[in-house]
Structures are given as structure tokens and as C-alpha cells.
């Protein structure tokens, strides 16, 4: 599988160990940057995968933040995008199971390098079970995707 990995900053100290590991599971990497610990938004980082992932150029992403919680939310806006945080091994696996999450986001501040491996290992090893209780929820959750991209009601932003 086709895998893209994208860090910001604060991220990038661990994005070679998880290349690694997705490389040592089998899959390809596309790697999308950061290359330094120069200051980057994460919010930039998070679109550049999620465009990857939305054209077809990766099947699934990795995507690295100091908390995790500032990726996963930058690309959850991401038209066909499901990321989620997750720092323990029953979520990084039931999230594709049961919720079809094709991004796992990281906190390279919040876990250490022998922890992340292991987490998208079990990611990219997970695969979504489509019986019937999950399919109904994930429809649900496309079709508020599409519902609130058609009809943002932009008055109600938080100024």
C-alpha cells in the first residue's frame, strides 16, 4: 500500500522512524515534508496530505504534530478524509475497523519513537470491516460531509 507521511515541526524529529516502520510492513512512502525543524502550520501540512490522499496518490497517511489534535483537525476538513489521534494500539487498529480512518495523526510530543512504530504498524496492518452496524455509521458520517460542504452557512463561523 501507498502510505504519505507529512510533519510539522514540531513532528518532523519522529517522521523517520514512522517511514521506517511503514517501510519495514511492506508499504511505500510517499514523504511529504517537513524536512527540518523549522517552523511550519500544521494546518499546511495536514491539506498537503489530505490533497495526496483525495487525488489518489496514497492510500492512507500518517500525519505528525507536537498533540496529534492539530493535524487530525486541519484534516478532518479535508473532503474524504478520516483522521484520528491515536496513541494506543486498540484505537490505531479499530479506527480502520470500525470508523474506515485512512489517517492516523500522531503527537511526537505526547508518544516516543518505539510507541509511534508500533502505532502505524497496527494502522496500515488494520482493515476496514464493512459489516453492516459500521457501514451504516460511516455513510452517515460521508453524508454530513457532504451535506455541511454544500451548505456551510457562513454567518454561523466563530469570528
Known amino acids: 500500500m501507498k502510505v504519505a507521511v507529512a510533519a510539522d515541526h ?16 511492506g508499504h511505500e512512502v510517499l514523504d511529504l515534508g517537513t ?7 500544521y494546518p499546511d501540512v495536514a491539506v498537503t496530505l489530505g490533497q495526496a490522499l483525495s487525488r489518489g496518490d496514497a492510500l492512507r497517511g500518517v500525519l505528525l504534530c507536537g498533540s496529534g489534535a492539530g493535524v487530525a483537525i486541519a484534516a478532518n476538513k479535508i473532503f474524504g478524509v478520516r483522521a484520528a489521534v491515536c496513541h494506543d494500539h486498540y484505537s490505531a487498529h479499530q479506527a480502520v475497523e470500525h470508523d474506515d480512518m485512512n489517517v492516523l495523526a500522531l503527537g511526537a510530543r505526547v508518544i516516543g519513537p518505539a510507541l509511534a512504530m508500533e502505532l502505524v504498524t497496527t494502522f496500515l496492518a488494520a482493515r476496514y470491516g464493512a459489516e453492516e452496524r459500521h457501514a451504516r455509521r460511516v455513510h ?5 460531509e457532504q451535506q455541511f460542504a454544500e451548505h456551510t452557512d457562513t454567518s454561523a463561523r466563530r469570528k
Open 10 to 25: 514540531a513532528g518532523f524529529p519522529l517522521k523517520r522512524q514512522v517511514i521506517e516502520a511503514a517501510q519495514a510492513a
Open 35 to 41: 524536512n527540518s525543524t523549522e517552523p511550519v502550520d
Open 140 to 144: 452517515k458520517v460521508q453524508l454530513l
